[in-house]
Every structure is written in C-alpha cells, then in structure tokens.
C-alpha cells in the first residue's frame, strides 16, 4: 500500500536522511572488519529512527461516512482525555462540553475540521511545553484556537496544543475559511493535544479513554433547538 507523507514533513525527512547518511557512509568507509559491528548497529538504529519519523508524517486519505448534518467528528487521531462541562472564558465567555484527545508520537498529527461552517476567528497564544495530557495544558502550553460557526448558528472551538515534545503548530484555517469535516485544518508536529468545546446539548457519543480516528469517528451531533446560546438570539 502506498504511504501518503503529509507536506509539513518533506523538509523534516529530507534533511534527516541526508545526517543520517552524513554519519553513516563514513563509518561504512573508515572502518575496518575488525570494527564492521559499529556501521551494523549504527545503520540498524538509523533505519528504525528514520522509519518512525516517516510513520509520524503519515498521512492517509479519509472520507467521513456518516450523516454530515450537525455532525462532530473527531479532529485528531488519539485516546479521549477529557470529556467534561467547563466554562470557556477566551472566545466563547460561556459553558461548553470539552472534549479533548490526547495523540501520542506514533498517531497521525493531521488534524481535520470537527464540523462544517466557516471559521470566524483564530489566534495563537505562546506558552509552555508540558506534558499534553495533563488538564492545566490548555490554557498554559503553546497553543492555537480556532471557531468554527456552524450552519445553524452554533459555534464550536478547536483548541490545538503543543505538548511536552512538540515545539510547532501549524493551522491553516483563518477567518473567512470554509471548514469542511474532510479537510485539513492542521497539523501539530510531535506529541500533541486537541481540545474541542461543543454547546451545551451536544449529543456525546464517546466516553473517557475511548480511541478516535480523525476525520471519521462519529464523536457528537449537535443539536441547535438545545442549545441556550441560541436561544438568547
């Protein structure tokens, strides 16, 4: 089968092969039998190395299944982490169901739209680089927000966070961009986390611990007549 590599990692597995070959080829030439053991298990560990830079920038083909209408689909491959009602106090300014997935170094990084509409506002605040998972990395790592108003009306954030081993976001959406369950919104370049807030009267359909793969898993539906902020308008 053939393995799609996602284009923020051209650069990244370009010039890793060139170090890797830069320390490999020497030790190939200078070495004599007696120390053949060396250039072995360095090309050995090389190989292995390099592969799950690959498997990390992976970037296969999806195409969500399900009924599009009102539906939240997971933005990110990983393990839910979080699952819970809070108050959202930077956009929003109201209560929201957040529901975040954690994705560890051999997920894929892309990350997809959760719903259809058009993005109305995005920032990227700097931070820390603690752990993903843990709860206070929402509002302390580095991290990009992006709203998403649906169809309906409703809006939904997207929170995408750096973890202990990620040091760049990518997102592509900005204000104005029509957001599409099948498409790209970004991507998080080693360790990460993604944070969706949804309306209150979101229909949930996973719980805590529970895999998603993104762009396909089913993970809510939204329904507008529930939702309160509507409701004000």
């Avoid at 997207?158 to 592509?172: E, F, K, L, P």
Wanted: contains cysteine; proline residues 6%.
């Amino acid at each position: 089968m053939r393995v799609k590599i996602h284009h923020e990692g051209t650069e990244i597995l370009i010039a890793g092969a060139l170090v890797l070959a830069a320390l490999n080829v020497p030790l190939w030439l200078w070495l004599g039998d007696d120390l053949m053991i060396v250039p072995i298990v360095v090309t050995a560990v090389s190989i292995v190395f390099y592969l799950l830079v690959v498997n990390f920038f992976r970037s296969p083909r999806r195409k969500f299944q399900g009924n599009p209408e009102n539906a939240v689909v997971a933005s990110a491959d990983g393990k839910v982490v979080a699952l819970e009602k809070v108050y959202e106090p930077e956009v929003l300014k109201c209560e929201a169901i957040q529901l975040s997935v954690f994705m560890s170094p051999t997920n894929v990084h892309a990350n997809w739209f959760p719903v259809n509409g058009k993005v109305t506002y995005t920032a990227h605040h700097t931070g820390r680089f603690q752990a993903a998972w843990l709860p206070k990395s929402s509002s302390e790592n580095e991290r990009s927000t992006v709203v998403i108003e649906t169809p309906s009306g409703q809006r939904v954030m997207m929170r995408q966070v750096a973890g202990a081993m990620a040091r760049r976001i990518v997102t592509y959406a900005q204000p104005g961009t029509d957001a599409n369950i099948e498409d790209h919104m970004g991507f998080i370049k080693f360790g990460s986390r993604v944070d969706l807030y949804l309306p209150i009267g979101t229909e949930i359909f996973v719980k805590l611990d529970d895999r998603t793969t993104g762009g396909i898993s089913l993970v809510g539906r939204l329904c507008p007549e529930l939702d309160p902020q509507l409701k004000k308008q």
